[in-house]
């Protein structure tokens, strides 16, 4: 019993949080990615994000990405270019898109946004992106 309740509240913790899964759902239907695709929320050691190769999965590390709102917008639209069939330098939208860290490998936000359009903050719901 405890053992379960731990394991739930670590899955709670690193969990994407709402604002984060806002961006994602907007990112994947502007991107118009296969309906079976889906983004997880996993820790990952050496990545920040990967697509499984049967294209069908997303992984982000969310927890790291939690400051950076831009940052976790193009690392979305750069795995739904993945989802979409593109590879690394083939001219696709963001697949020359790279995340910038610092030598600790804290996640540098982004000045910019790859996708047009995708709304990143909405004060009535999500009043402070990190939190």
């Not at 053992?3 to 899955?11: C, D, G, H, V």
């Not at 929320?41 to 992984?59: F, M, P, S």
């Not at 610092?102 to 946004?113: A, L, R, W």
Request: proline share 6%; aromatic share 8%; hydrophobic share 40%.
């Amino acid at each position: 019993m405890h053992t379960s309740y731990l394991l739930l509240l670590a899955a709670l913790a690193g969990a994407m949080n709402p604002q984060q899964a806002n961006i994602a759902r907007q990112v994947m239907k502007a991107r118009g990615v296969p309906p079976w695709s889906v983004i997880i929320d996993a820790v990952q050691a050496d990545n920040i994000a990967y697509t499984d190769t049967d294209l069908k999965r997303v992984y982000i590390d969310a927890n790291r990405l939690r400051k950076t709102p831009r940052t976790f917008a193009n690392v979305v639209t750069h795995e739904c270019s993945h989802l979409n069939g593109a590879q690394h330098g083939d001219g696709s939208l963001a697949m020359d898109y790279r995340v910038t860290t610092q030598p600790n490998g804290e996640v540098i936000e982004d000045n910019f946004v790859l996708l047009p359009g995708i709304s990143l903050f909405d004060p009535d719901k999500f009043p402070a992106f990190g939190q």
